[in-house]
């Protein structure tokens, strides 16, 4: 054989032997070098007595088979987790820490996360934890006092209360289920907050009213806050459905029917559906509101209007003498002549502007801290969002549109977006008692303007003539 084959063919032998042996080594080193499982979401910066959090762990390759999370402080590491798999490619770990139970102490300390995957590996080593983050150890709970708060309250009306928290992340007002926003109010280094929170019409005795304070660690505070409850009954009526309402109105409030869909479905669809549609809607706006009091006053009730219909009036609809549905009417009606200007009850900034469902075209006026007033039915509007709007100016003026016949002005007053009676509003001892007593007993200034009364009407001296102006 040739000199020259030889050699190639001891360097074809070679190479041979050098793949043989480096591409094993290179595939091992490649398993080897895989990366090990991360942690993708924040680790809690905190623990409280009872911390719940959700570890996101993922898995380069394979699958996540474990996770152990440990607590280390003053040099002892204590297992806080555990949980083992398989859990998945992406593993999402609910984690709940026990401070008390686990013998850890106030301070600071250590969150250790371990884990391991399913992907085989040449060698087994420990390469510490996912993440080891810094963590603060707070069993220290906020603290809550209630400054004053208004004493009597009412089904359907509204209370304030003045607070002053430390230590809080967050705090929230609520009755019952429902939560109310709560704002700082007067010299910062008084650090007070005030809250109005709406009664609805058919809150129960017995219902809570309380403050809840929590802090990043999960430490929560919470206090009763004291009244007194005078119940109040609301008016029930009975409406009658004509043949010439519905030819008018479910047109024009549900165009989208099918035209062989009996009217009174559509009446339905429209008295319930788009009812719920616009209390949601209201719930949306009243979040858009001041964090400062822009009222100045006694709320007015237009010049020369009578009220028709009163507020949370239980209404029975009945068609061709059979009961067909029950809605609750949320405000006032207020009748003068056709078209009449419409003015703002108090000063305030436009926050909605347009059609809203039932409420045909519907003015929503902020008056801050969650008070606003709405005004609906309108023929025209005169006013946009964004404008401020001063107490007596023109919204526009009164109208059928929506689910009225007989020209008129609906009027509610609400507070984050639950309809309250706005008689109170309306009463200028009713503020000063109710509203500016608590701010006084708090240290706090008082809303300015109250000295004049102003006209009010009152729930029980509502006539109710026929026709019905219909919502």
């Known amino acids: 054989m040739p000199r020259q084959s030889r050699t190639r063919l001891w360097v074809l032998l070679v190479l041979v032997l050098v793949l043989a042996v480096v591409g094993p080594l290179s595939y091992l080193g490649w398993r080897q070098s895989v990366p090990r499982v991360r942690l993708?979401?924040?680790?809690?910066?905190?623990?409280?007595?009872?911390?719940?959090?959700?570890?996101?762990?993922?898995?380069?390759?394979?699958?996540?088979?474990?996770?152990?999370?440990?607590?280390?402080?003053?040099?002892?590491?204590?297992?806080?987790?555990?949980?083992?798999?398989?859990?998945?490619?992406?593993?999402?770990?609910?984690?709940?820490?026990?401070?008390?139970?686990?013998?850890?102490?106030?301070?600071?300390?250590?969150?250790?996360?371990?884990?391991?995957?399913?992907?085989w590996r040449p060698l087994t080593l420990?390469?510490?934890?996912?993440?080891?983050?810094?963590?603060?150890?707070?069993?220290?709970?906020?603290?809550?006092?209630?400054?004053?708060?208004?004493?009597?309250?009412?089904?359907?009306?509204?209370?304030?209360?003045?607070?002053?928290?430390?230590?809080?992340?967050?705090?929230?007002?609520?009755v019952g289920t429902t939560g109310f926003p709560s704002f700082a109010y007067g010299p910062p280094e008084r650090g007070a907050r005030v809250a109005l929170i709406a009664l609805p019409y058919d809150f129960a005795a017995g219902t809570p009213l309380a403050i809840r304070a929590e802090d990043d660690a999960g430490n929560v505070t919470t206090r009763a806050i004291p009244h007194e409850l005078k119940p109040r009954k609301f008016p029930v009526d009975r409406i009658e459905i004509r043949d010439n309402f519905l030819e008018a109105k479910v047109p024009e409030l549900l165009p989208q029917r099918n035209p062989s869909q009996p009217l009174v479905e559509g009446f339905l669809t429209i008295n319930r559906d788009q009812r719920e549609q616009a209390e949601q809607e209201k719930r949306r706006i009243g979040a858009q509101t001041s964090a400062t009091p822009l009222w100045d006053g006694a709320f007015v009730q237009p010049r020369n209007t009578k009220v028709f219909s009163n507020f949370a009036e239980t209404r029975t609809y009945v068609y061709q003498g059979r009961e067909i549905d029950r809605q609750v009417h949320y405000g006032y009606d207020l009748a003068s002549?056709?078209?009449?200007?419409?003015?703002?009850?108090?000063?305030?900034?436009?926050?909605?502007?347009?059609?809203?469902?039932?409420?045909?075209?519907?003015?929503?006026?902020?008056?801050?801290?969650?008070?606003?007033?709405?005004?609906?039915?309108?023929?025209?509007?005169?006013?946009?969002?964004?404008?401020?709007?001063?107490?007596?100016?023109?919204l526009g003026r009164s109208g059928t549109t929506g689910l009225a016949?007989?020209?008129?002005?609906?009027?509610?007053?609400?507070?984050?977006?639950?309809?309250?009676?706005?008689?109170?509003?309306?009463?200028?001892?009713w503020i000063r008692d109710r509203f500016n007593l608590p701010l006084k007993t708090a240290g706090l200034p008082e809303i300015a303007g109250l000295d004049a009364p102003a006209a009010a009407a009152s729930e029980d001296d509502a006539p109710k003539p026929r026709p019905r102006r219909r919502r």
């Open 405 to 429: 016949i007989g020209d008129h002005l609906h009027y509610e007053t609400l507070v984050s977006g639950v309809s309250v009676t706005p008689v109170e509003w309306w009463d200028a001892k």
């Open 40 to 119: 993708t979401s924040e680790p809690p910066k905190t623990l409280g007595h009872t911390t719940q959090a959700t570890l996101v762990l993922e898995a380069a390759r394979g699958n996540v088979t474990g996770v152990e999370v440990r607590v280390v402080q003053g040099g002892k590491t204590t297992l806080a987790a555990k949980a083992d798999g398989p859990l998945g490619a992406r593993a999402e770990v609910p984690l709940t820490i026990e401070t008390s139970a686990l013998g850890l102490r106030e301070g600071s300390a250590t969150l250790e996360v371990h884990a391991r995957d399913d992907f």
């Open 337 to 394: 002549t056709k078209q009449s200007p419409i003015p703002a009850a108090n000063r305030g900034a436009v926050v909605f502007a347009g059609p809203l469902t039932i409420y045909g075209n519907t003015v929503v006026v902020d008056h801050g801290l969650g008070l606003q007033t709405l005004y609906a039915h309108m023929s025209s509007i005169d006013v946009k969002v964004g404008d401020t709007i001063d107490k007596g100016q023109t």
């Open 126 to 174: 420990d390469s510490g934890p996912v993440v080891a983050a810094p963590v603060t150890i707070d069993l220290t709970p906020p603290k809550l006092d209630i400054l004053s708060s208004t004493r009597y309250v009412s089904n359907g009306g509204v209370a304030l209360v003045v607070f002053r928290v430390d230590g809080a992340s967050r705090s929230q007002v609520s």
